[in-house]
């Protein structure tokens, strides 16, 4: 039986005693992190001390469960509660509460709302049941009220008297204050509620001080939490393994496998944030509707996705869906929890990066895997734990990718224990030569103890101060891996480390010490898919070279590709705007990519599960304001309803997926189908190339498009028009441009001149040439790169592909990503197609009029190129067409691939009087030529 059943079915197993009365023991002794037996801190914050319980939280909220006081039906909180001042940008509160679990409590609390919001001062009794906050207030879990009298904006110093009790068929809530009631709650507990607990103190963005905490405890129930349900093997599994009794990894004929508790072999499908309230909007509000309550809702849910042929839980799942034929995961977030009290990378958008330099830090971990592992150590159904989410490995984003976590040590000061690590760190490398360091980071420092006052870095690309810098990351890595994975295994050593979701890169050296330590590394991608051919290319290639670094199996636990065609369940369109993934244009196509995806992972050796990102969609308007992500992720949609064609090809491929891993069959990916395409468009029927050429530049007319060249500008065509009979019609300019990273920044940088036109063939069928363009170094910085432009008669685009980069600079020259940048010449543009990855692999910029549109596409749809065309608030282009090498190259150094770089198409068409053709047949038609043209 699951944790929540029990607490809407008030728990068979009652023990039915004499009441008890409890009273606070404060200890002077005990240090922030208390390691008393008597009390569970879930949160940084708080200090026991003679006479209060004082919390200052950081980040999330802080949550001290009074674990001396047994569970009961009939429970009284008294405490007497000093909220003070603010320590954070969010909602504050600081009270009491009666606790189940993180899931199911009530909370007392005295309540500020943001500054941004007017930083009013309430008083809150609220619900959160199966994970859904305020439950009481809605849906088929909504509470009679009784009463609700009172009301007041209470003082910041000033102490109030908070008192909650649950039973008699009611939960009830009052503020006094110097003996006088301000403010007084009472609902029936007439609807599934939480009908028991134990006391808690809650802070969260207050600091707060709890004096004369009391508690009496009637009807005392056994902790249904400790109740641990007989796993069962998922269907499907196969033998072979050996038995623990506990989900591990195992190595057979070549291939890993998750050896789930029985020995059984399994490839794990999982679904992220299967959640009872959803992730805003109106999805919690349908499930209470529909459901009545959490256990209801969770047990038909299960059931659904069981038949669907998914096995486990991912991440962000409610516990109420725990213990009902699924694995579960969870995620401990330790360094984001930490990064909210000490950061390398502040917690601001992100996650961000923990100080692990900070000894707080292990203390930290110690702490929330006390809370957390030492609970969960005896159950079969937990396959692991994340450490976190997608925290910030790339630190600041101007230094050199690999280097960036070193680079936002440097910029801390120096109370940050990073910032002395990491000076100590350059001291050792140097051999505490301060002039050696000077001289390869440019800098002008006189001892190390200058270095560690300064919060602007010195810039190094390569060599031996990059060298120092990199030895730093991965010293953090190890550092945060080692930690972490101590604290977990220390209090359980039965269940295994997943790793730490990676945002689907990394730098080498921390994939090598996650693979050290975990037993499993997990990974979050959002991949481009090539929906035409049935292949993900990209996914075989990043996760075969993350494989070779870390060691260990993979579990891909984040994934999805939204369709733009998706309502909600109001009829609104859902954007699909905000968030990550490849779009697709239909559910059909999305089904597809399902199949490609999932069928592409379990027939990778290494690859051990995956998880599918997630349960049911998101909001059209965005989840919150703070998290504005609008995507048609889900299986289900806002009123529960199952995406058939998606469900459908889920069920056909999990079932398939553990005899695909084993190798006896192949994945159900679908065949390749043919789009229509125009015939009327590109016809090559009478068409030559004619090439005129001066000492100013180069003209290329191949009957479709007229592509013109001056070389003393930098642009490669400074203009692309395409040819009608009442003359040609510019559509836009083409150039080579590179994002180099300089000690002042990232900078986009075009050439300034042509300095060298090669011609390799000219015909009347084709001209093809290279074209070297450089930028002056006097100009900020100098380099010089070569294209190779092919123009072929009666094709409506060219092709062009960058053969090298040379360093024309004194200093290295650190390039992250080069662009093929295509810019319209339209007076008045359309927004582009998407502002999001789109499945096409192509992008275009449109005449107001859509008579006219100037498109870009990768002649190969297989996402070495990341192509999406966007405008900013002013109305300016970015036109990006990128591809990231992260590359330092010495003076006079010249960049060449190992392998060829991808074709791009650059090219114009009109449809003048007729339709405009789709962007898939367009595209569709372009490649068809392409690879016509390459047979």
Same mark, same amino acid.
């Not at 020995?263 to 959640?275: N, S």
């Not at 602007?456 to 060599?463: D, E, L, R, V």
């Given at each position: ?9 008030? @728990? ?52 001290? @469960? ?25 909602? #504050? ?51 009679? @009220? ?89 269907? #499907? ?185 990491? @000076? ?54 190890? +550092? ?97 705007? +905000? ?202 910085? #100098? ?17 062009? +592909? ?61 996402? +070495? ?71």
């Amino acid at each position: 039986m699951g944790k929540v059943w029990g607490t809407l079915l008030c @728990v068979a197993a009652a023990i039915f005693v004499e009441g008890f009365s409890y009273a606070t023991d404060y200890d002077a002794n005990l240090s922030q992190i208390s390691q008393s037996a008597e009390w569970s801190f879930d949160g940084w914050g708080f200090k026991l001390a003679s006479g209060s319980l004082a919390c200052t939280p950081t980040g999330d909220n802080s949550l001290a @469960v009074w674990k001396a006081v047994p569970m009961g039906r009939s429970v009284v909180v008294t405490a007497t509660v000093t909220p003070g001042s603010a320590t954070g940008s969010r909602w #504050g509160k600081a009270g009491i509460g009666i606790y189940d679990n993180s899931d199911n409590y009530w909370a007392l609390v005295l309540l500020q709302s943001p500054a941004d919001a007017g930083g009013k001062r309430t008083v809150e009794l609220s619900e959160m049941l199966g994970g859904q906050w305020q439950a009481q207030a809605g849906g088929k879990s909504k509470l009679t @009220v009784v009463a609700a009298t009172g009301g007041f904006e209470w003082k910041t110093g000033e102490a109030y008297t908070l008192r909650i009790e649950l039973g008699g068929g009611q939960i009830s809530g009052e503020v006094d204050q110097a003996g006088e009631v301000r403010c007084r709650r009472v609902m029936k507990t007439d609807a599934p509620a939480v009908l028991f607990g134990r006391p808690i103190v809650e802070a969260g963005g207050l600091s707060m001080e709890a004096r004369d905490l009391n508690a009496r405890v009637d009807s005392v129930v056994l902790d249904p939490n400790v109740a641990i349900v007989p796993y069962r093997s998922a269907s #499907g599994s196969l033998p072979g393994g050996h038995a623990t009794g506990f989900f591990h990894v195992g190595t057979i004929s070549a291939r890993s496998w998750l050896v789930d508790p029985f020995g059984k072999l399994t490839f794990a499908r999982g679904v992220d944030w299967v959640t009872y309230g959803g992730v805003g909007g109106r999805y919690g509000r349908a499930a209470s509707e529909k459901f009545g309550s959490s256990v209801d809702w969770s047990v038909a849910e299960t059931g659904r996705l069981r038949t669907w042929g998914f096995n486990t839980l991912g991440d962000g799942c409610s516990s109420v869906t725990y213990h009902r034929g699924l694995a579960h995961t969870k995620d401990l977030a330790l360094g984001a929890g930490f990064a909210a009290i000490a950061a390398i990378v502040p917690k601001l958008a992100g996650a961000g990066f923990p100080d692990v330099f900070d000894a707080r830090f292990a203390q930290y971990c110690d702490l929330r895997a006390r809370t957390v592992c030492g609970e969960c150590r005896n159950d079969p159904w937990l396959m692991g734990y994340f450490i976190d989410n997608e925290l910030d490995w790339y630190g600041w984003r101007q230094a050199p990718a690999d280097l960036g976590l070193a680079y936002a040590a440097w910029r801390c000061g120096a109370d940050h224990a990073c910032k002395r690590a990491l @000076v100590e760190h350059l001291r050792k490398s140097y051999g505490s030569d301060i002039g050696k360091l000077n001289a390869d980071f440019g800098t002008a420092y006189s001892s190390f103890d200058d270095l560690l006052a300064s919060t602007t870095p010195g810039f190094a690309a390569g060599g031996r101060p990059a060298g120092a810098l990199r030895d730093f990351v991965g010293l953090a890595a190890e +550092r945060y891996f080692v930690t972490a994975s101590a604290a977990i295994r220390k209090y359980d050593p039965n269940h295994m480390v997943l790793g730490c979701r990676f945002q689907r890169r990394a730098p080498d050296i921390v994939w090598k010490a996650a693979g050290e330590t975990c037993n499993i590394v997990s990974v979050n991608m959002y991949p481009h898919i090539d929906l035409a051919g049935g292949r993900a290319p990209e996914v075989v290639d990043t996760l075969t070279a993350d494989f070779a670094l870390c060691g260990r199996p993979i579990i891909v636990s984040e994934w999805s590709f939204p369709a733009r065609d998706a309502v909600d369940s109001k009829g609104t369109p859902i954007p699909s705007t +905000r968030g990550a993934g490849m779009r697709v244009d239909t559910q059909s196509q999305r089904a597809e990519c399902y199949r490609i995806m999932q069928g592409t992972l379990s027939s990778l050796p290494f690859v051990v599960g995956s998880d599918y990102f997630m349960f049911a969609d998101e909001p059209a308007a965005g989840c919150s304001s703070s998290f504005p992500e609008n995507c048609n992720y889900g299986l289900v949609n806002e009123a529960d309803t199952p995406y058939a064609e998606v469900v459908a090809a889920a069920t056909q491929v999990n079932t398939a997926s553990t005899l695909v891993h084993a190798g006896r069959i192949s994945a159900p990916i679908p065949a390749t189908r043919s789009i229509p395409m125009p015939g009327s468009v590109g016809s090559a029927k009478g068409k030559q190339v004619r090439l005129s050429s001066s000492p100013d530049g180069v003209v290329i007319d191949n009957g479709v498009l007229r592509l013109t060249m001056n070389r003393p500008h930098g642009t490669i065509f400074d203009t692309v028009a395409l040819c009608t009979p009442t003359g040609a019609i510019q559509a836009g300019s083409y150039s080579p441009m590179l994002n180099l990273i300089l000690p002042t920044g990232d900078v986009w940088l075009s050439p300034d001149r042509i300095s060298a036109v090669s011609l390799v063939k000219s015909s009347v069928n084709a001209v093809i040439m290279d074209v070297t363009a450089e930028r002056d170094p006097s100009n900020t910085v #100098g380099y010089a790169c070569c294209c190779r432009i092919e123009a072929r008669a009666g094709e409506p685009f060219f092709r062009s +592909r960058l053969l090298w980069i040379r360093n024309t600079n004194e200093n290295e020259l650190a390039i992250r990503r080069y662009f093929h940048s295509a810019r319209s010449s339209f007076e008045a543009c359309e927004k582009p197609s998407s502002e999001v990855d789109d499945w096409l692999g192509s992008d275009a910029w449109r005449s107001k009029d859509s008579s006219i549109e100037f498109r870009v596409a990768a002649a190969e749809n297989d996402g +070495r190129m990341s192509i999406g065309f966007s405008t900013d608030r002013s109305g300016v282009e970015h036109p990006d067409c990128a591809r990231t090498i992260d590359v330092v190259l010495n003076p006079g150094d010249i960049w060449r691939s190992s392998e060829n770089q991808p074709d791009i198409l650059i090219g114009a068409s009109a449809r003048p009087g007729k339709e405009p053709a789709s962007a898939a047949q367009t595209v569709a038609m372009w490649r068809s030529l392409y690879e016509a043209r390459n047979k």
